[in-house]
T-cell receptor, first 114, second 115 residues
Framework: DAGVIQSPRHEVTEMGQEVTLRCKPI?????LFWYRQTMMRGLELLIY????????DSGMPEDRFSAKMPNASFSTLKIQPSEPRDSAVYFC????????????FGQGTRLTVV | AQKITQTQPGMFVQEKEAVTLDCTYD???????LFWYKQPSSGEMIFLIY??????QNATEGRYSLNFQKARKSANLVISASQLGDSAMYFC????????????FGTGTRLLVSP
């Protein structure tokens, strides 16, 4: 398996623009997580899905952020409109099952909003 | 209150030496899991080792072992025979409860291995 695949790896956009980050989880994994990493706040969970259904979005910072998982092999995280403080590395991770198995992370998308 | 505390912002170790990275956690749950991840300069998050709260034996994975002291709520990572490639950020994380899926991360420790 190729692992969790995120695209793009890097994104530079102007303030006010819409940004869409993409994630393909590992096949067969039923949990998908979106994390954000910044120097100030470290790694924060934004939202997670189970079987394509959003379970907990309490970490989503504002209404400008939205996430979808239309099927088991694809998820998006959208920011509209983007702001400079959204600059961060966004990670997608997936895992399988209810047991305490590890989550596998993608390589992240480095977002810069100027 | 911090759920995961990593008190060492940076650690230095010489190649081939062992190093211990500290992690303490805070939970009132009986069932929880503790994880260590490595983040090299390239940025990806790499799973290293897992310890369940009911596991009686300390977890080991190759050169990595987890010194789990439940009463003290600590889950320190021990890296034996350090290698230059071990230079990275190391994150301790916890998942609480059987139905609780969130991984909460500590602030990380930057390890530098010198020749």
């Amino acid at each position: 398996d190729a692992g969790v695949i995120q695209s793009p790896r890097h994104e530079v956009t102007e303030m006010g623009q819409e940004v869409t980050l993409r994630c393909k989880p590992i096949s067969g994994h039923d949990y998908l997580f979106w994390y954000r990493q910044t120097m100030m706040r470290g790694l924060e969970l934004l939202i997670y899905f189970n079987n394509n259904v959003p379970i907990d979005d309490s970490g989503m910072p504002e209404d400008r952020f939205s996430a979808k998982m239309p099927n088991a092999s694809f998820s998006t995280l959208k920011i509209q409109p983007s702001e400079p403080r959204d600059s961060a590395v966004y990670f997608c991770a997936s895992r399988q099952g209810e047991l305490n198995t590890e989550a596998f992370f993608g390589q992240g998308t480095r977002l810069t909003v100027v | 209150a911090q759920k995961i505390t990593q008190t060492q912002p940076g650690m230095f170790v010489q190649e081939k030496e062992a190093v211990t990275l500290d992690c303490t956690y805070d939970t009132s749950d009986q069932s929880y899991g503790l994880f260590w991840y490595k983040q090299p300069s390239s940025g990806e998050m790499i799973f290293l080792i897992y310890q369940g709260s009911y596991d009686e034996q300390n977890a080991t994975e190759g050169r990595y072992s987890l010194n789990f002291q439940k009463a003290r709520k600590s889950a320190n990572l021990v890296i034996s025979a350090s290698q230059l490639g071990d230079s990275a950020m190391y994150f301790c994380a916890m998942r609480e409860g059987t139905g609780f899926q969130k991984l909460v991360f500590g602030t990380g420790t930057r390890l530098l291995v010198s020749p």
